[in-house]
């Protein structure tokens, strides 16, 4: 089963820009789908963006043109991009990784995003 480990996030001001870094602990190259959640302080867990194995991506209507997440397949890393960032944009960051077979859903133990206004 796969391991994750996030980084990359911190406090950053209105319109400014952070890279978020899921790195994993074995090839991503076969995972199903990769992808970023996050949560509020006071709201629910959602999705903000993932990457399937064949390298199609979705973003919620949220962060699209703002947001990109990408896959460096050789350094078994995922990443998001998030620029314009707003302070709506502040919360807990999870990576996460959902695989057909084997069967498994593995979470990341998520990375602090505080946007100042």
């Known amino acids: 089963q796969v391991q994750l480990v996030e980084s990359g996030g911190g406090l950053v001001q209105a319109g400014g820009s952070l890279r978020l870094s899921c790195a994993t602990s074995r090839t991503i190259v076969s995972i199903t789908v990769m992808g970023w959640y996050r949560q509020a302080p006071g709201k629910q867990r959602e999705l903000v963006a993932t990457?399937?194995?064949?390298?199609?991506?979705a973003y919620a209507d949220s962060v699209k043109g703002r947001f990109t997440i990408s896959r460096d397949n050789a350094k078994n890393t995922v990443y998001l991009q998030m620029n314009t960032l707003k302070a709506e944009d502040t919360a807990v960051y999870y990576c996460?990784?959902?695989?057909?077979?084997?069967?498994?859903?593995?979470w990341g133990q998520g990375t602090q995003v505080t946007v100042s206004s």
């Open positions: 990457i399937a194995s064949g390298d199609n991506t």
């Open positions: 996460y990784a959902r695989n057909l077979l084997p069967p498994y859903d593995v």
